[in-house]
């Protein structure tokens, strides 16, 4: 969708196609994946290509630190989800 695709556009190497995996996972499950092994090779080629490029720069991309954090944000909010916070 172009507003999907506007959104994605914005980022750049490794962290392009790293977001893309998790936007559509999300957008798929309505959760993020707990590790890379659980994405499918095929979402990740596909979407590779559909961005015009390499399947491999997903390996490079940082599974934990700020900017997973951050993309993870940016995408409940594209689609309206808040994170829970247990107060216990």
């Not at 707990?34 to 490079?60: C, M, R, T, W």
């Amino acid at each position: 969708m172009p507003d999907e695709l506007k959104l994605i556009q914005t980022k750049r190497g490794d962290t392009k196609l790293g977001f893309a995996v998790l936007f559509k996972f999300f957008q798929c499950e309505a959760r993020f994946p707990y590790h890379k092994n659980e994405i499918p090779k095929s979402l990740i080629h596909y979407l590779a290509k559909q961005l015009f490029g390499n399947s491999d720069v997903f390996e490079q991309y940082n599974w934990t630190g700020r900017t997973i954090s951050y993309h993870r944000t940016e995408i409940r909010n594209y689609f309206g989800f808040r994170e829970v916070v247990n107060k216990l």
